[in-house]
């Protein structure tokens, strides 16, 4: 499968209403999810699972990832920021440089939060509210699997 009928695959998905989809061939496999998981409620027993997209045009299933739903938890009201796709944690723009948020700082809706790296394409990963960063849970430069989550803010 080349890039174009790839790029197809996407859009086709996307405009159909489907919530995900998966093809194989051969040794390569391709999942599309295109359910907004980016922001939603802090509950354990809701943990998504499952594999990430692998696809190099990631733009419509990540702008669909973007336009994430919000909710709080009655227990804490926390707010969790998950990952959009399977890639690499970073909490700085670059080695070495300060973090984009620590525990405590206020944060406002579009701040960047941190970065998800897929396939060498950097995805910014922003806030979906104004709040409190009350936990990161994961740390700087490890692997992050999609709907995994990323922040909790109050």
């Known amino acids: 499968m080349n890039v174009e009928e790839m790029k197809d695959l996407i859009r ?6 489907l919530d995900s989809f998966e093809y194989k061939e051969g040794d390569y496999q391709i999942v599309l999810h295109t359910k907004n998981l980016g922001l939603v409620k802090a509950d354990p027993s809701q943990a998504a699972t499952g594999a990430g997209i692998s696809v190099p045009d990631l733009s419509l299933a990540m702008a669909e990832a973007a336009e994430a739903a919000s909710g ?5 009201d926390a ?4 990952s ?3 890639g690499t944690f ?6 070495g440089a300060a973090p984009f948020v620590s525990i405590g ?3 406002k809706k579009g701040q960047v939060l941190g970065i998800v790296e897929a396939m060498k394409m ?6 979906d509210c104004d709040g409190t960063i009350a936990e990161i849970c994961v740390k700087n430069e490890s692997p992050v699997e999609f709907g995994q989550p990323l922040f909790k803010i109050n």
């Open 12 to 17: 086709a998905v996307s405009e159909s209403g």
């Open 72 to 76: 709080a938890d009655d227990e804490d």
């Open 122 to 127: 950097m995805n910014e990963i922003e806030s």
């Open 105 to 107: 700082d206020r944060v």
């Open 79 to 82: 707010f969790v920021i998950k």
């Open 90 to 95: 970073y909490a700085s723009p670059a080695a």
């Open 84 to 86: 959009p796709l399977v």
